[in-house]
């Protein structure tokens, strides 16, 4: 069974920065994704980026272009979503997941495992 953990939530100014980590462990599929959503109090869950294990093919809404940037270590099965200029609507609890097939899933149903969520918090 796959098992996602993700850390490095916190609390940070606005501009600040935060690196969120998501290591998964179990079986480890050959070919799949991880993406990283978020959900605001309120609000749905949202996909936020993503990345292929296979080609480091990589995924970024519109509302984070340019401000996150999402990396892997394969060898450790560990992504990473670097998160710069931080914004108070940033506000969410952050999840990873793992999409056990080929491809560079954007929604939720493209996704099979889930981490537990860490929370961010963007505030002064």
């Known amino acids: 069974q796959v098992q996602l953990v993700e850390s490095g939530g916190g609390l940070v100014q606005p501009g600040g920065s935060l690196r969120l980590s998501c290591a998964a462990s179990?079986?480890?599929?050959?070919?799949?994704?991880i993406g990283w959503f978020r959900q605001a109090p309120g609000k749905e869950r949202e996909g936020v980026s993503c990345i292929s294990s296979s080609d480091a093919s990589t995924y970024y809404a519109d509302s984070v272009k340019g401000r996150f940037t999402i990396s892997r270590d394969n060898v450790k099965n560990t992504v990473f979503l670097q998160m710069n200029s931080l914004k108070p609507e940033d506000t969410a609890v952050y999840y990873c997941?793992?999409?056990?097939?080929?491809?560079?899933?954007?929604?939720?149903?493209?996704?099979?495992?889930w981490g537990q969520g860490t929370q961010v918090t963007v505030s002064s």
């Open positions: 179990g079986f480890t599929p050959s070919y799949y994704a």
């Open positions: 997941a793992l999409q056990a097939s080929y491809g560079l899933g954007s929604t939720e149903e493209d996704y099979d495992y």
